[in-house]
């Protein structure tokens, strides 16, 4: 069993740059993959970026590439997602997940956090 839970939304200005975070809770938080995912009211949610259990292999949504990076820290049990050039489409409330083996850019992840919301104003 993980427990996650994400922190540094808030609201920005279109070009802004903001850095999310996740901790998780769990021993085995190094054997997970982890992903970054994001929704609005009235749509489905939307896989953004993923990075494998040793963070040699990373995924990002082509909306967000070039624009995103998502890194995490095994030894503090943290992912983070540095989101930089903030775009109004951007604004969502951020979630992020886990799973056990293969990175995959869906929404195959057992666990889930209770978000944190991003507004970008233009």
């Known amino acids: 069993q993980v427990r996650l839970v994400e922190s540094g939304g808030g609201l920005v200005q279109a070009g802004d740059s903001l850095r999310l975070s996740c901790a998780a809770s769990?021993?085995?938080?190094?054997?997970?993959?982890m992903g970054w995912f994001r929704q609005v009211p009235g749509k489905e949610r939307e896989f953004v970026s993923a990075i494998s259990a040793g963070g040699g292999s990373t995924l990002y949504a082509e909306s967000v590439k070039g624009r995103f990076t998502i890194s995490r820290d095994n030894a503090k049990n943290t992912v983070s997602l540095q989101m930089s050039s903030l775009k109004p489409e951007d604004t969502a409330v951020y979630y992020c997940?886990?799973?056990?083996?293969?990175?995959?850019?869906?929404?195959?992840?057992?666990?889930w956090g209770q978000g944190t919301q991003v507004t970008v104003s233009s």
């Open positions: 997940a886990a799973r056990q083996g293969t990175v995959v850019p869906d929404n195959r992840y057992a666990h």
């Open positions: 769990g021993r085995t938080f190094s054997y997970y993959a």
